[in-house]
Each structure stands twice: as structure tokens, then as C-alpha cells.
């Protein structure tokens, strides 16, 4: 038995070498999995579905994509395990969300940081809206501000988990005006803690873009402010939270993108990096994306690795004090 | 469109012949569909549940087409206080489920809470009872109800013996669908219970239907004057949790039609295909784009219908599965069992974790335990906690923690149903231990 | 409490094993950190001890009916399976490849539980057949019609 194991570790050997050879001239040979650390059904799952549609084309990688699902504990689970099981071998991608990753990295407690991925190409950017029910007597940012300050801690603010973009944009609020919420994290994403707000569980709500557009188009809630630089194509009423007085910039805006985990071959990453963004690009995923709801944002590896760089520096300093 | 229903009936025929649940709404209908088969009445216990599920289904169709407005502001009243309760409430189903022993019924569901919590705790991200590194994910819960229910099962038929093989082959009855309706048409009050319990069960987002059945099968067992044929083989059991099964299907979609939220997995998935057609469902979606609308509730109505048919029709010859000799059966469930919990989440961990709740659970059978109510805890773990969490929060923050979980008429209703099963529980305990202790003497 | 049975016996180990799990989970869960992380797992604990305790106590007094537990013969037919089986599970599964290992541990099994005579040349075609359909049943379903890819190692 140990020769014929022997035998076969030594053939695998082989394998990998003639496949290093060829300088990944013919990558990919087979089908490539991507996963998302978030379950079927949710936004982050649903877009990338749609942006990895077209990978099969001709002119994109010429396999396509099959999205594994690996959800648990807001992400933690998934990236645990591209940065320590998943095989660097091109053949297996992961869907990152920023803020996210990175706070929970500064955080402590995972077995990833920024070092432990190389980013390919970001496909989206999802900024976080302060959301309140259709009855709420909340109609403004300053609304809500004056209420916060005059009942500190009172304020029930749902969210969907801790050190994700939400909990990122209460902080960044509180920091700003100075005041203290009650952030309520709910289980099971965006959709739980949108449902509190619906249901009138919480006061307000912080959201997705995404899925507070279409809470709001089908009448169930306001939309107050958006924490981003400026305002949004879906939204153009909507006040960003700087016009309304509070500085709180775009550092909770949910990018989402493809990357592969450290040790990859770099004629791979060079591959995927030159191709993924032009298959973002493509008209049939910039309409399907539209449809959804879900604004897209195009970003080459260069543009993800400086705004990860950024995004860092940002989130130390605002979970400094946690 | 026709998907749920599907998969919900596909998911079937495994199931009871070899008491391995296919999705997770199916265990209630395992524990006396299983005994069915057993007695040479798989071809019945599958004909009754196909007709059962079609007017449970029918009927969950019916009052998503006509109440959807309504039972909309009906699904939404349930707060985490409430969902809290609720869960509470399935544990202290479990007591009952359980007939060898009340104690040891809720010690399986308190094995199942813990099971629940191992791996990464989803709002703070702290590391829980992660022994080995497959649980950083937690326990999947797809093959954690492979290797409960399928696992015990191989190792019984290995237990057996290559000698007895041969006489243990189960004689499958003919059955006519003629006396199946009949039949059905006998069990009037289970049918009824399966049918509401599972209604209003579906209907409150982020419980789904996988207690529906359950809830369905212990309510009428409790309702019933055959309270000790259930787990036999009693076809009351089989209806109840069959129809409440599948009258959850229509209710459940009212969250998502009406408000956009999505109630369970299933109606992730399901919103996600709504949208890539640039559908948003909520309030208007019957004014915007009605057919999509009506032609989607039509398919379910007439899935359900179809399905029923084909299923009546197959029936007869899907008892068979039975007949298959013992040794090859339990090679076949192994090597299913393998492969099906592998390819959840493409992960060898899932095995190893499917393996070792296989293993124990074999063990504890065999001293009173059972997987039934373990696997409750395991699925209410995560909705208890997390409601409990969140709701202790929000109940810091406005008027403190007594108010918010004891106060209000809905709080009120559900504590006292969790009082009244405890004191039911109790009661059977005492009851239990009185016929034991004269065995004991008597032995 | 005079005459122990070996099911009794039995009992009162598995549920002794039972409490010691439970005693074991609430003695973590009150003493890891974050303590917030830990609150739901403390309140099931103390329930979980309890419970184990009462019937750990239950079983040495005899005051529980006792199921039929393990006797000699089933464990002496269960176990080859069940080393064969976790072999097949924990090592071979991975180590040789889905498809191989599946096709090894299957064959095994029917050997030693097949009723069919062990000396006749045709029961072992028989049983070589069964195998190879069954792998191309396995095949056909998961690997052709699922998609999935599951560990390969030597041959498939």
C-alpha cells in the first residue's frame, strides 16, 4: 500500500509540475468554483451568480463558474476557509465583501487578513441607507440625530451582524453626531434585520442600497440618508449622509469582488486579472444586474489593491476604540 | 416555478422506506411512515401521504391567493419576543415526541441545542465548542439528518447479521387508492390539525416549515384517542405531518409576495430567480406584473395536483425499495450517505461530522434516545438563540427585559401553551415512570 | 440494584457518558470568553447537566426502563461493518479517491453480509456485478448529472 501511495503522491507531483510548465498557457482546463460566504438567496450570492455568468463565453475564461455556498458566522466561515483550506491552485475563487473581511480581520479571532487573498477585480459597491418603517415619525437624518442625542442608547438600530458595513456606518454615525444608538445585529442578513424595520421591531434600520430600494419601491419603508460620497443612480432624492450634516464617508460602501487565496500561481492571477473585469462588463450582466437592483462598480486588481490598502487604514482607527 | 413542490415530493419515497428524511420538513412524517413500511404497508403510508399533501398543499395555495393582504400583517406580528417563545415552544414539543421516556426525549433536544451552537457564534464571531477544525462551519444540518437517521440505520442492519437475512424481506401489501381516500377521509381531525397547524406555521418568516410537520404531528397525537399507536405505524401521524408539511408551502411565500422578505431558504433562491427577471415582489407586485404573479401561484396549485398523481401512480412500485436484501441495502445507504453529505458544501468535514452523529446516535438508541427530538434542537437551536439575542437587546435598549417578553397578548398566548405542554410533559413523565416501576417489580 | 443485566450495565455507562458530556459542555461554556458569545450555550448547559444528571442517577438506581441495549451476538455481526465502515469514512474516502474507495468498501460489506454462500463461484460474480452497477448508478448520478466534483486520488 505505502508504494502505491508513494506512487501516486509522486505522479501528482508530476501533474502539478507539467501543469506549472506550460506557464498556465491553457488555464483554466476545467470548470472553476467560486465560493460566497454567504447562503443562496442573498445579495451577495444572487450578484455573483449574475457577474459570473458569461464566464463560459469564448471571450471570457471559456469554463464556467459554479458559485459554492459556504455561509456562517457574517463570512467568517467561508474566508477561514479559502485562506486555509481551499487549494491555491486557480481553480478556486472567492467572492469578498469590503468592509467585512477586513474589519473582522482587525477584529481578531479569524485566520485571514488582506495578506491572506490577492485581490481579481470588484464588481460592485452597495452603499449602506439609514431606513426607518413607512409610519415611523421619523422623516429626516436630523430626525433621527435629534432623537439619538436627546434618549442615548434608546435609539434601536437594526443591522445585519456585527463588523460588517452596517455596524461600520453606526459607528461612523455615532462618531459623527456624537451620539450613541442601540445597533441591534440580526441573523441571516440584510433581510432579517430589514424585516425588524418593516415589522416595527426596531426604530431604524441600516441596509443594503439594494435591498432597501425594493423594500421601498413596494411601499414598506423611507429612506432617509446614504452613507456614501454621493448620491446614487437608484436614489437620486435620497440625501448622502454629508449633505444631511453628518460626516460620515463612503468607508461602509459593501464592495464586492472576486479574489483567489494567497500562493495562486502569478500567471493565473495576471490571467484572471486581465480578463474578469472586461467579463463584468459585459451588457448582458450590466442589465441583468440592473434589473435587480444591485449597482455595479467595475474595478481593475490595481484600483481593489489600493481601496483594500485604504480600507484598512480607515477601520483601524474607527475599531481602535472597541 | 414548480421547484418547492418538487423537491418537497421527490424528496419522499427516500424517506420512509428507510426512515432517512429527505429535506428537513420530513422527519415527523419518517416516525410513522417508516413504521408503515415496516409492516408490509409502504405502499399505503406513500398513498396516504401523497393525498395528504395535495390538500394540505391545495389548501396553503388557496390562502395565499385569497388572504395574502391579510396574513401578510398576521406573519409580521411575530417580533424576536415571539419567535423566542415559539422556539421554546418546539423544545417542549419535543418532550412528547419521545414516547420511551419524557426525560430523555428533552435530554435528546438539549443534546440537539448544544449541537447547534458548535462553530463560529454568527453575531459576535466568538469560536464555540470547536474541537476540530470541520466544525468551524457548525454543524451542517443536511448531513447531520443523514447521519441521525441513516447511520443507526446501516449498523442495525449489520447488527443483524448475515444469517437472518433472508426472513427479515418485508411482503409489501397491495393497497387500493380507492381505500386510501377512504381512509383519508376517516382521519378528518388529523388532516384538519396537519392542515392549520401547518398554515399558520409557514407563515411566520424565519421559522419556515421545518417544524410544521412536527408541531402538526404532536398536536394531533395529542388530540387524539390513539395517543399510543402513534410511532407504530398509525396513519394519523403520517396525515397530520404530511399535510401541514405542505400546507406551510403557500403561507410561507406570503412574506416574501407581499414584503419582500424572504421567510426561509427556499424563498431566497426563489427571490433571487424573481429578480434576475427584473421582478420585485412586495406590495405592488400584483398590480405590476399580475400575470407573472397568477401564473406562478397556478403552477402551484396545479404542481401540487400533478404531483399527487404521479406519485399515487409510482407508489406501488417505489414500496419495493423495501425488498431490496438487507446486506446490499445497508452497503447502498452507506455509500449514499457518503456521497449526499459530501456534496452540501464540497466538504470532507460534513463526512467526518455526518459519521461520528451517525455512530453516537446508534449508540443512544439502543438506551432510549432518540433522533427526533435531537434533530428539533439542532434546527430551533439558531431561531431560539439568535431571537433570544436579539430580542434581550432591543428589550435593553427601550423598556427592559420583563416587559418586552412577558407582556402583550401574543407573549401571553405562547407561554401558556409552552406551561400547558410542560405540565402534559410532566404529567406523562409520572405516568411513564408508574408503568416502569411495576415492570421493574413485576420483572 | 442486585441483579445487573448487561443491558443495564449498558445503560448506565452510555448515560454516565451522557452526564459527563454535560458536565463537561457546561464547564466550558461558563468558563470561555467573550461571556456574551456564551450566554444561550450557558442556559442550555445548565439544563443538558441536569437532565443527564437525573438520568444518570435514574439508570444506577434502576428506576428507568432500560431498552434492549447490545447483545454479545449483535455486537459480535456489527463490528467488522462498522470498522470497515469507518475506515472507508474517515481514511479511505479521501486517501483513495471517492469512486475507488465507495467501490472497495461496498464490495467488502457484501461479502461479509451477503447470505449467499461464500464457496460458489457465482455468488462472487453476483457480487462483483451488483458493485459495478451500483458505482455507475453512483457515477452516473453525482458525478454526470450533479456535477460534483468529488476527492480523486489513484484511478477515478
Not at chain 1, 458595513?165 to 455615532?174: D, K, S, V, Y
Request: aromatic share 10%.
Amino acid at each position: 500500500m505505502k508504494t502505491l501511495l508513494a506512487g501516486a503522491a509522486i505522479a501528482l507531483m508530476g501533474l502539478t509540475q507539467t501543469a506549472a510548465a506550460d506557464g498556465h498557457a491553457n488555464y483554466p482546463e476545467r470548470p472553476i468554483m467560486m465560493m460566497v460566504s454567504y447562503g443562496a438567496g442573498g445579495a451577495t450570492d444572487f450578484q455573483a451568480r449574475i457577474v459570473t455568468m458569461t464566464s463560459g463565453n469564448e471571450d471570457a475564461l471559456g469554463m464556467p463558474i459554479a458559485i459554492l455556498n459556504k455561509p456562517g458566522a457574517g463570512g467568517r466561515v467561508g474566508w477561514n476557509w479559502l485562506a486555509g483550506q481551499a487549494e491555491a491552485d486557480g481553480y478556486t475563487l472567492g467572492a469578498y465583501n469590503v468592509p467585512h473581511f477586513i474589519a473582522q480581520s482587525i477584529k481578531g479571532g479569524v485566520e485571514y487578513s488582506t495578506a491572506s487573498f490577492e485581490p481579481i477585480a470588484n464588481w460592485g459597491a452597495d452603499p449602506a441607507v439609514l431606513v426607518v418603517g413607512k409610519d415611523s415619525e421619523f422623516n429626516t437624518l436630523q430626525d433621527v440625530v435629534d432623537f439619538a442625542k436627546a434618549n442615548p442608547g434608546k435609539l434601536t438600530t437594526s443591522g445585519a451582524g456585527l463588523f460588517v458595513g452596517h455596524h461600520i456606518a453606526a459607528l461612523q454615525m455615532e462618531k459623527a453626531g456624537d451620539m450613541k444608538m442601540a445597533y441591534i445585529p440580526t441573523k441571516g442578513g440584510g433581510a432579517a434585520a430589514m424585516k425588524a424595520v418593516i415589522a416595527g421591531d426596531v426604530m431604524a434600520g441600516i441596509n443594503n442600497l439594494s435591498d432597501a430600494f425594493r423594500a421601498a419601491q413596494a411601499g414598506n419603508v423611507k429612506i432617509l440618508a446614504v452613507a456614501d460620497l454621493e448620491r446614487n443612480e437608484f436614489l437620486p432624492d435620497v440625501p448622502t449622509m454629508m449633505e444631511s450634516g453628518l460626516a460620515v464617508d463612503n468607508a461602509s460602501v459593501n464592495f464586492r469582488g472576486v479574489m483567489v487565496p494567497k500562493g495562486t500561481p502569478q500567471g493565473i492571477i495576471d490571467k484572471l486579472a486581465a480578463t474578469v473585469p472586461t467579463m463584468f462588463e459585459n451588457s448582458r450582466v450590466a442589465g441583468k444586474m440592473k434589473a435587480g437592483g444591485s449597482p455595479m462598480h467595475v474595478m481593475n486588481r490595481d484600483e481593489v489593491l489600493a481601496m483594500w490598502a485604504a480600507r484598512e487604514e480607515t477601520l483601524k482607527e474607527l475599531l481602535a476604540g472597541l | 416555478m414548480r421547484l418547492i413542490r418538487q423537491l418537497l415530493q421527490a424528496a419522499q419515497f427516500r424517506r420512509f422506506l428507510l426512515k432517512i428524511p429527505g429535506a428537513p420538513a420530513n422527519i415527523a412524517t419518517t416516525l410513522d411512515g417508516h413504521a408503515m413500511a415496516l409492516n408490509g404497508e409502504g405502499a399505503k403510508a406513500l398513498q396516504l401521504s401523497f393525498l395528504s399533501s395535495a390538500v394540505g398543499g391545495v389548501f396553503g395555495v388557496l390562502l395565499l391567493i385569497f388572504l395574502t393582504p391579510v396574513l401578510a400583517q398576521w406573519a409580521l406580528a411575530f417580533g424576536p419576543s415571539h419567535l423566542f417563545w415559539l422556539a421554546i415552544l418546539g423544545v417542549t414539543v419535543i418532550g412528547s415526541l419521545d414516547s420511551a421516556s419524557v426525560v430523555k426525549g428533552l435530554l435528546s433536544g438539549c443534546i440537539g441545542l448544544w449541537l447547534a451552537t458548535i462553530g463560529f457564534d454568527d453575531i459576535m464571531g466568538a469560536q464555540r465548542f470547536i474541537f476540530h477544525p470541520s466544525l468551524g462551519g457548525g454543524i451542517n444540518i443536511i448531513a447531520a439528518l443523514i447521519g441521525l437517521f441513516a447511520i443507526p440505520q446501516v449498523i442495525t442492519m449489520f447488527a443483524k447479521g448475515h444469517k437472518n437475512d433472508g426472513t427479515e424481506a418485508i411482503q409489501v401489501q397491495k393497497h387500493p387508492i380507492k381505500s386510501a381516500v377512504s381512509e383519508l377521509l376517516r382521519y378528518k381531525r388529523a388532516m384538519g390539525i396537519g392542515t392549520i397547524t401547518g398554515s399558520i406555521i409557514g407563515l411566520i418568516p424565519g421559522v419556515g416549515g421545518q417544524i410544521a410537520g412536527l408541531v402538526a404531528y404532536d398536536q394531533s397525537k395529542k388530540f387524539s384517542p390513539d395517543k399510543d399507536k402513534f410511532g407504530t405505524g398509525h396513519p394519523e401521524g403520517l396525515i397530520a405531518a404530511e399535510s401541514a408539511n405542505n400546507a406551510m408551502v403557500g403561507p410561507s411565500l406570503v412574506p416574501l409576495l407581499t414584503l419582500s422578505i424572504p421567510g426561509s431558504p427556499t424563498a431566497a433562491v426563489l427571490l433571487g430567480g424573481l429578480l434576475i427577471h427584473g421582478i420585485f415582489p412586495g406590495t405592488d407586485l400584483f398590480d405590476n406584473h399580475p400575470d407573472v404573479a397568477w401564473t406562478f401561484i397556478n403552477s402551484m396549485l396545479i404542481g401540487q395536483i400533478l404531483m399527487c398523481i404521479f406519485g399515487l401512480y409510482v407508489a406501488g412500485m417505489a414500496a419495493r425499495v423495501a425488498q431490496v436484501p438487507q446486506s446490499m441495502m445497508a452497503a447502498i445507504v452507506l455509500g449514499l450517505a457518503v456521497f449526499g453529505s459530501y456534496s452540501v458544501q464540497s466538504s470532507m468535514g460534513d463526512v467526518y461530522v455526518m459519521a461520528s452523529l451517525g455512530v453516537m446516535m446508534y449508540f443512544l438508541e439502543r438506551f432510549g434516545f432518540s433522533a427526533a427530538p435531537l434533530v428539533l434542537g439542532l434546527i430551533l437551536g439558531p431561531i431560539a438563540e439568535s431571537n433570544f439575542i436579539q430580542g434581550s437587546m432591543i428589550a435593553t435598549a427601550t423598556d427592559g427585559l420583563a416587559p418586552y417578553f412577558f407582556t402583550g397578548p401574543l407573549n401571553l398566548f405562547l407561554i401558556a401553551v409552552v406551561v400547558l405542554s410542560v405540565l402534559y410533559s410532566g404529567y406523562m413523565e409520572l405516568r411513564a415512570r408508574r408503568y416502569t416501576s411495576k415492570e421493574e417489580i413485576m420483572g | 440494584m442486585s441483579n445487573i443485566t448487561l443491558p443495564r450495565f449498558q445503560h448506565i455507562i452510555g448515560s454516565g457518558i451522557v452526564a459527563a458530556v454535560g458536565a463537561s459542555v457546561c464547564y466550558i461554556s461558563y468558563t470561555q470568553q467573550p461571556s456574551e458569545a456564551f450566554l444561550f450555550p450557558r442556559l442550555i448547559a445548565t439544563v443538558f447537566v441536569v437532565l443527564a444528571l437525573w438520568t444518570f442517577v435514574k439508570a444506577c438506581l434502576g428506576w428507568t426502563k432500560v431498552g434492549n441495549g447490545i447483545s454479545l451476538t449483535q455486537f459480535k455481526n456489527l463490528a467488522p461493518g462498522l470498522i470497515i465502515a469507518l475506515i472507508y469514512i474517515f481514511w479511505a474516502a479521501k486517501g483513495l479517491g471517492f469512486y475507488t474507495a465507495t467501490s472497495i468498501a461496498f464490495f467488502i460489506l457484501l461479502s461479509l453480509y451477503d447470505p449467499a454462500p461464500h464457496r460458489v463461484l457465482k455468488s462472487w460474480v453476483k457480487r462483483i456485478i451488483t458493485t459495478a452497477c451500483f458505482m455507475a448508478v453512483m457515477y452516473g448520478l453525482f458525478a454526470l448529472l450533479l456535477k460534483v466534483y468529488t476527492p480523486r486520488e489513484i484511478f477515478f
